[in-house]
């Protein structure tokens, strides 16, 4: 407890610094909200990506399948000529059944390939749906990015004013009571000085004696014995 002194200066250099505070919080606060359109965006985008490679690996197996299936009607061809110039009938049937194996083969291709047609069609519709998505979210995402690069500058010039008058409010108060409250205002999340309400600490919320209510009245400079902020007894 020292000598009188109007605390006055320093209650409004701690709305100040509350502001400040608030404004860098608000500050770094803002880029958080852009996580929630980025990861849709990058969602959307990994889901396309992801069904690219895939319609991709159907269409070299489906390539993979046509060669086959072309190679076996070449075979198919040769072996019919070759019917021909066989002098045995256990020649012929045999070749017959080589013939009749590369035709199943090749029925069978032909329905993997349909299948196969069917599948890129559905995928390259499902992957123009995916296109269109990717847009939107996009979209949302740079016109949110937008929104918040305008608020993070809106913030700085906020703060450079407000630094300002804190330079200005400083200056106002005798470099002893100043150091006093900043070293307060560090250990105690940026509070340094607290207003009396109802007879207790605004701080710690811990009952105040009257006496030391009666001091801070007169603007004395009184520490809360609790937490060690400065009092101050706020008119209205």
């Known amino acids: 407890m020292e000598g009188n002194t109007d605390l006055k200066d320093v209650w409004e250099l701690q709305k100040i610094d509350t502001d400040i505070q ?3 919080q608000q500050k770094e606060k803002l880029p958080s909200e852009l996580g929630p359109f980025r990861q849709n965006w990058e969602e959307v985008k990994q889901g396309l990506d992801e069904m690219k490679k895939i319609f991709e690996t159907m269409q070299v197996e489906r390539k993979a399948k046509e060669g086959e299936l072309a190679s ?3 075979t198919i061809k040769k072996y019919n000529i070759q019917l021909y110039s066989l002098k045995s009938n256990k020649e012929y ?3 017959l059944k080589e013939i009749e194996g590369f035709k ?5 291709l ?3 390939i349909l299948e196969l047609m069917e599948k890129t069609e559905q995928y390259s ?3 123009k749906e995916k296109g269109k ?3 939107v979210q996009e979209g949302a995402f740079k016109e949110e990015e937008s929104r918040i690069n305008k608020e993070v500058v809106e913030v700085e010039s906020q703060l450079v004013s407000r ?3 804190r330079n200005k409010q400083k200056n106002k108060i005798s470099p002893e009571l100043y150091q006093k409250y900043e070293k307060i205002r560090r250990g105690k999340a940026g509070l340094g000085i607290v207003a009396i309400v109802d007879n207790s600490c605004g701080g710690c919320h811990i009952n105040l004696p009257p006496q030391i209510v009666n001091e801070v009245k007169m603007r004395k400079v009184v520490f809360c014995g609790s937490c060690a902020r400065l009092l101050y007894w706020a008119e209205n």
């Open 110 to 112: 032909e329905d993997e």
């Open 125 to 127: 519709l499902a992957m």
């Open 22 to 24: 608030n404004l860098e």
């Open 104 to 108: 199943q083969k090749n029925k069978k």
């Open 133 to 135: 998505t990717l847009i």
């Open 93 to 95: 049937t045999a070749m």
């Open 72 to 74: 076996n009607g070449e």
């Open 163 to 165: 630094r300002d008058a």
